[in-house]
């Protein structure tokens, strides 16, 4: 990692293979966010000499998708032979980097210094901005003289971002922080970057296994969802073992080599997810959710999940999660929720191990009119890991997930109390081996030893 020097030079020259990844796609929208984006503003506070001081402001509009470690980074060219005298707040390598936590004080600025991580605007609007300050020179002095620099490209780690050309905006005013004042920008120019399914990895990133109280048997990931570990596995790409050499996989703050490195698995995703019907009502149900990491490379810190499915209109207790609905197109539908971990509790999900997992579990409320379908109605439809769609078994797949009435609490059972569902029908002696053969199918297939290329 180069460290910044001062005057460091940026020029037009030093712009890069990124920009032909730049294909547009029709895919590029997001069903579950379809306004969200990410703005980069740049306020010019005060002009120099030779330029202009700006503050550039990266605020992450998005409803769910965070930017998570190892951070962003932020790329642009030059019109000219502009130079970056100095900077605050962030590093400049080949592009800019935002600076760790730990950087010192007179290095940092207010929103500054978070790592690059940025949380999302409908998660936790508090974090979702981060800020570094720059001098350029060599760059116009005056509002109508300046150059603004093109072809932006931010690069977080997962998501991949488009960005649209620099726009003059409104000067931003500012208050002062005694509140007493307001100044306002010289100049203000605005960036929207938005979420590009294709600019992200081609490769899904995880996918959904689904198991329920009826039925012993587990249907996993489609084999190959992320890849395939036959022959054709990439080199590196895929352990067998459950702990790999640590000095080989750190990756560099900034390098941005997100490339996974994933335990050998049938689906060899990144990710996994399963889905277990634990306890099926009359009037409500109840879903424990495992995420399992098998992932090397990625400790996910506050990590979100998003799920669809017809019930979440009505989720009635969650339990060791947090929980909000998202109504991407206004109130007409309400199937969607955005879900993510309780702090210090299971809001990190760390590397493959022992503890390379996190648990929660959801209440929901049947639609009475719907208690009539067929197998399959207790699975979500979508379920998205950070943003990234993940692969769901077919749906011919699905086990029978009958309305046994006889497996239901009487009606006026409490349906806070779905603990005591031992006393009902549901044999708690089947429940537990369900949940240890599901435990038992899923670490087998997880620690199934495959050659290492
Ligand atoms: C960016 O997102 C915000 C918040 O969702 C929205 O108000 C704005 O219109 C969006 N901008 C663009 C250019 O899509
Ligand atoms: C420019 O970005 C800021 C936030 O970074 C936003 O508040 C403002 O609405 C944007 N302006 C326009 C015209 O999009
Ligand atoms: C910036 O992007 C435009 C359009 O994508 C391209 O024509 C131009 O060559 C790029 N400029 C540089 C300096 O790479
Ligand atoms: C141009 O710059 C001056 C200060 O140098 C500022 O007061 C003014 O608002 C700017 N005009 C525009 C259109 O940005
Ligand atoms: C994989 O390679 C081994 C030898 O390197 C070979 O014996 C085996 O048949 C190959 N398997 C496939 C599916 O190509
Ligand atoms: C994940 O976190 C653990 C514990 O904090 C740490 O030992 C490990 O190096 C981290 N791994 C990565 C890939 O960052
Ligand atoms: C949600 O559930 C409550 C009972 O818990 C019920 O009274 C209400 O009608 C339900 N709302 C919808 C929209 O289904
Ligand atoms: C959507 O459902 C959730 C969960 O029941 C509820 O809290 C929320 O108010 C609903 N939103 C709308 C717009 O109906
Ligand atoms: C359990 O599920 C499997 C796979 O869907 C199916 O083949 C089998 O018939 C089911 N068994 C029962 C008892 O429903
Ligand atoms: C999955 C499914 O078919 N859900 C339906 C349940 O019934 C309501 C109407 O009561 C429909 O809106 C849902 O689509």
């Not at 050309?165 to 005694?178: G, H, N």
């Not at 399914?197 to 489609?222: E, W």
């Amino acid at each position: 990692m180069k460290f910044f020097r001062s005057p460091s030079k940026l020029n037009a020259t030093s712009v890069l293979l990124l920009l032909f990844f730049c294909y547009y796609s029709t895919d590029a929208f997001d069903a579950f966010d379809p306004n969200g984006n990410i703005t980069i503003k740049w306020d010019v506070i005060s002009w120099t000499p030779d330029g202009y001081v700006a503050v550039v402001t990266i605020n992450n509009f998005q409803q769910y998708r965070h930017i998570q470690p190892p951070g962003w980074s932020l790329k642009w060219t030059w019109e000219k032979d502009e130079v970056i005298w100095s900077m605050l707040g962030s590093q400049t390598t080949e592009q800019v980097i935002d600076l760790l936590p730990e950087t010192p004080h007179n290095q940092q600025i207010a929103n500054c210094c978070k790592g690059g991580v940025v949380n999302s605007w409908g998660h936790d609007p508090s974090n979702s901005i981060s800020s570094f300050q720059l001098s350029v020179g060599s760059a116009g002095t005056t509002n109508n003289t300046v150059r603004i620099p093109k072809n932006f490209t931010l690069n977080a780690p997962g998501p991949g971002y488009t960005c649209g050309p620099a726009k003059i905006v409104k000067p931003t005013k500012f208050i002062t922080p005694d509140g007493g004042r307001v100044t306002q920008a010289m100049m203000t120019w605005n960036v929207t970057c938005t979420y590009s399914q294709f600019m992200a990895q081609n490769k899904p990133t995880c996918c959904v296994s689904i198991s329920s109280l009826y039925n012993d048997t587990i249907v996993p990931c489609p084999t190959c969802s992320c890849g395939c570990k036959n022959n054709g596995t990439k080199p590196g790409s895929c352990v067998e073992e459950e702990k790999p050499h640590l000095a080989s996989i750190v990756s560099d703050h900034g390098k941005n080599n997100f490339t996974p490195l994933v335990q050998c698995t049938d689906h060899m995703c990144p990710v996994g997810i399963h889905w277990h019907v634990t306890l099926n009502y009359k009037d409500y149900w109840r879903v424990k959710i495992t995420i399992t990491n098998f992932n090397y490379h990625m400790n996910y810190s506050q990590w979100n999940l998003i799920v669809q499915h017809s019930n979440l209109d009505n989720i009635t207790q969650v339990f060791n999660i947090n929980y909000k609905s998202l109504t991407p197109y206004g109130d007409q539908i309400n199937d969607t929720a955005m879900l993510w971990g309780v702090k210090s509790s299971n809001d990190l999900l760390v590397q493959p191990g022992p503890s390379g997992n996190v648990q929660f579990e959801l209440l929901l409320r049947k639609d009475t009119s719907n208690l009539t379908l067929d197998k399959g109605w207790a699975f979500p439809r979508r379920v998205y890991f950070n943003g990234d769609n993940c692969i769901m078994p077919p749906s011919e797949a699905y086990p029978h997930l009958s309305n046994d009435v006889s497996a239901m609490p009487p009606p006026n059972a409490d349906p806070h109390m779905p603990n005591a569902a031992s006393q009902w029908k549901v044999s708690l002696l089947k429940l537990v081996v369900t949940v240890m053969f599901s435990m038992t199918f899923f670490f087998a297939n997880t620690y199934k030893s495959y050659a290492l290329y």
